[in-house]
């Protein structure tokens, strides 16, 4: 392997984060770049440094590792290896086709393997983003058609069908063919494009602020000004979501006529 690679660790135990640390360190290139003890602190450190690689608890408090992926947008997914102490959390790991996955007691080889299979998916990677990958598995039925309720977003799941308010969504992004809409602090996932969706949504609430994602601009709370002319915004409850240079107008817009 010859790539180098800037590596999150995120673990709510911290003695195994100094033993992974400790087990990556003996390699000239990987780079440990920082360290989170539950996925709300991964989420924002990924937003704000986009690591190659996160090496990823699945059972934590708050968010499981699980639940985290589905949180962080499109465009900033790392690759990711979960670490678990539970064998039966293994098969979850590839249904959601993460790069490998790690059973505790922590075993070098195993490290080994996992270095290089993301060391191989990222070196191939292709338009489709990490995340795409990430949700592909997640089992969803063809959308509920909802283009006569303009109110709701209608998401079926097997036989359960969910309404979303659209007032309730703060942002969406999109993972191939599907859409993962985050309200009420929950991640709902509905098989649509992202470009579909928003014909569905109210347009002078909902605006697109990267390629596959849209944010509710009545969840802007703030927004920190990037390098290159991008801006990140604060949506509160630890969501973050990045804006385009390509898109900054429309905010920058908002901001002007005072929010």
């Not at 690591?51 to 962080?72: A, R």
């Not at 929950?186 to 849209?214: A, M, W």
Request: aromatic share 6%; with cysteine; net charge neutral.
């Amino acid at each position: 392997m010859t790539q180098t690679l800037s590596v999150l660790l995120v673990d709510d135990e911290p003695l195994a984060i100094r033993l992974m640390e400790k087990r990556l360190n003996e390699y000239k290139n990987i780079k440990v770049i920082g360290s989170c003890n539950n996925g709300e602190q991964a989420i924002q450190f990924i937003n704000q440094n986009q690591p190659d690689l996160v090496f990823m608890d699945i059972q934590m408090p708050g968010l499981s590792g699980l639940d985290t992926v589905k949180k962080i947008q499109a465009e900033l997914m790392p690759a990711v290896v979960f670490a678990t102490a539970f064998e039966e959390f293994a098969i979850n790991a590839f249904d959601l086709n993460a790069v490998d996955y790690i059973l505790k007691p922590i075993d070098a080889a195993h490290i080994e393997r996992a270095l290089t299979r993301a060391a191989e998916r990222l070196s191939a990677r292709q338009e489709h983003n990490n995340k795409s990958h990430l949700i592909h598995a997640v089992k969803l039925i063809d959308k509920y058609n909802a283009a006569n309720n303009k109110e709701k977003i209608v998401i079926k799941d097997n036989d359960e069908i969910t309404l979303v308010e659209q007032n309730e969504i703060a942002w969406i992004d999109a993972a191939g063919d599907y859409c993962c809409i985050h309200a009420n602090g929950k991640t709902h996932i509905k098989r649509t494009t992202l470009s579909k969706l928003l014909k569905e949504l109210d347009q002078s609430t909902f605006k697109r602020i990267h390629r596959s994602t849209i944010v509710n601009l009545n969840f802007i709370k703030g927004a920190k000004p990037l390098p290159k002319g991008e801006y990140l915004l604060d949506l509160g409850h630890n969501e973050q979501v990045k804006v385009s240079r390509s898109n900054k107008d429309q905010i920058k817009a908002f901001f002007e006529a005072g929010g």
